[in-house]
């Protein structure tokens, strides 16, 4: 494989390389049971302190939402267990958080039509029976995206097909909204209603016909002194292009911001305030991280799923995508904002990132699956700007499709890994469930 490392305008000019970690463990949780999944690396799975136990949850035959457990003290994972169905449809993924009174909650949004949530019937714990409700105020909901934050506050971001619900739309038409919940989970507000504005990021009629947003990964940021409580995210646009209005025809382009549980705001990199809404000025203006053309051999370039993160105490947001050529090799790729702007670092061929977490003051530590008809996770040090070098592999008995970190992991549970389900249709589930640790 081919990597590069890139200083950008003397940082880190002497930065000594972190040692290396462990190797990992890895333990089949549930063989043969995931189906294929669109899930971006959020909300796969928690650790429960208090409980001394690792929840996880994921997508089965006809993407059904399973959850399971793992007792740390008696070191056994739980059976499966269903909690709600998923519509025969793999965007319809199973996410969790865990409220601050200790239930359990599994978010699936029903594509393109409904948001709905399954809570725990006890806190701490996965048995018994799971209610499973509707949560009216994410009408339209599509790929949701919960974070809890410092305050016990839950925000769900979902995207909503406009066209379904106002024909005045084209399909292409695809923008990001949120509910909130400060009551655990029990009752929600949408943005909407919070702030006024219909969708909180809506590029609307671009010439270009990118009017669809794919949010590549959302990160919850605490309070530091560089910066205020923040959710950090990364995505990058979709539509029809140069052919009209078509859904998800062409990707293109990289975009971040940061918004404030606080104020419902949401800032660029450079801390300029955009309001409560993003429009297409402000994007282009603002929170362009790396512009990229239009391709036909392989026009969904930069990939469904990108990274975000910070470094240097939080001064320095970072971002990581994959861009596919037109010979179908996969290029990796990272931006860092530093100064005046963001400095661009091509990190090499053949890697395809699946999730990432801190490993230190200045690296993280990136997972990615090597191929996607091969087996097995490589493991790659980074230090954004700076370095981009190879750690460790870790074997596994399928290929992996999807990589989730658990929030606040203890070992042996740091990893969520679902095997690749042999076929598109999720009516067949023969992908293993994998942690790793």
Same mark, same amino acid.
């Given at each position: ?6 200083l ?6 002497f930065?000594?390389f ?21 899930r ?15 929840f ?7 993407e ?7 007792d740390?003290r008696?070191?056994?994972w739980s059976?499966p267990l ?7 449809d ?11 009174d ?23 714990s996965?048995?018994?029976t799971?209610t499973d409700?509707v949560?009216?105020?994410?009408l339209?909901?599509?790929y949701?995206m919960?974070v809890?934050?410092s305050?016990?506050?839950i925000?769900?971001?979902?995207? %909503? ?10 399909t292409d038409t695809r923008?990001?909204?949120y ?11 949408s ?11 809506a ?6 016909n ?12 605490p ?12 995505w990058?646009?979709?539509?029809g292009?140069?052919e009209?209005?078509?859904h ?7 975009y ?5 549980p606080?104020d419902l705001r949401?800032?660029?990199a ?6 409560t809404?993003?429009d297409?000025?402000d ?9 990229? %053309? ?18 240097l105490?939080?001064r320095a947001?970072f ?5 596919i050529?037109?010979l ?8 860092v904002?530093v ?11 053949g890697?395809?990132f699946?999730?990432?977490?801190p490993?230190?003051?200045?690296s993280w530590r ?17 230090v954004?700007g ?9 074997a ?10 658990i ?12 095997g690749?389900?042999s ?6 589930a023969?992908?293993?469930?994998y942690?790793a640790?």
């Open positions: 494989m081919r990597r590069r490392a890139v950008g305008a003397g940082l880190l000019p930065l000594p972190p040692p290396k970690t462990g190797r990992l463990s890895l333990v089949t949780v549930a063989p043969a049971s995931a189906a294929r999944t669109d971006r690396p959020v909300a796969g799975g928690v650790h429960d302190a208090r409980a001394g136990k690792t996880i949850s994921w997508g089965g035959v006809q059904d939402n399973y959850v399971q457990e793992y740390h008696l070191r056994t059976a269903r909690v709600a169905g998923g519509d025969n793999s965007h319809n993924y199973p996410t969790m958080v865990q409220a601050d200790g239930h359990l909650l599994v978010f699936r949004g029903l594509h393109n039509s409904e948001l709905w949530v399954a809570r725990s019937p006890s806190p701490h996965i048995e018994g799971w409700t949560i009216p105020a994410g339209g909901a599509t949701p919960p809890k934050t305050s016990g506050a925000f769900v971001f979902i995207r %909503e097909t406009a066209g379904d619900f106002d024909h005045n739309y084209p923008p990001m909204k509910v909130r919940s400060v009551d655990n989970g029990l009752t929600w507000q943005s909407a209603e919070l702030t006024g504005d219909r969708w909180c990021i590029p609307l009629n671009r010439s270009d990118m009017n669809e947003i794919y949010i590549g990964q959302l990160r919850h940021e309070a530091t002194r560089a910066h205020p409580e923040r959710i950090a995210m990364v990058t646009l979709a539509g292009g140069p009209g209005h078509l998800d025809r062409y990707h293109r382009d990289l971040y911001a940061a918004f404030s606080a949401f800032r660029s450079a801390e300029h305030d955009l309001g809404s993003i297409d000025a994007q282009e203006q603002h929170l362009k991280v790396a512009a990229t %053309e239009l391709q036909t051999v392989n026009p969904r370039s930069p990939d469904y799923i990108s990274l975000v993160g910070s470094t105490g939080g947001p971002v990581l995508w994959m861009q050529d037109e179908g090799v996969v290029h990796g790729h990272s931006a904002h100064g005046a702007g963001w400095r661009h670092q091509e990190l090499g061929t890697v395809r699946r999730d990432m977490e490993a230190g003051d200045l990136v997972y990615v699956s090597p191929d996607p008809a091969a087996p097995g996770v490589d493991t790659y040090r980074l954004p700076f370095s981009f070098r190879r750690e460790s592999s870790l596994t008995p399928q290929p992996v499709q999807r990589i989730d970190v929030a606040g992991s203890r070992p042996p549970a740091r990893l969520l890994l679902t690749n389900s076929a598109r249709d999720v009516t067949i023969d992908g293993d469930v942690v640790g």
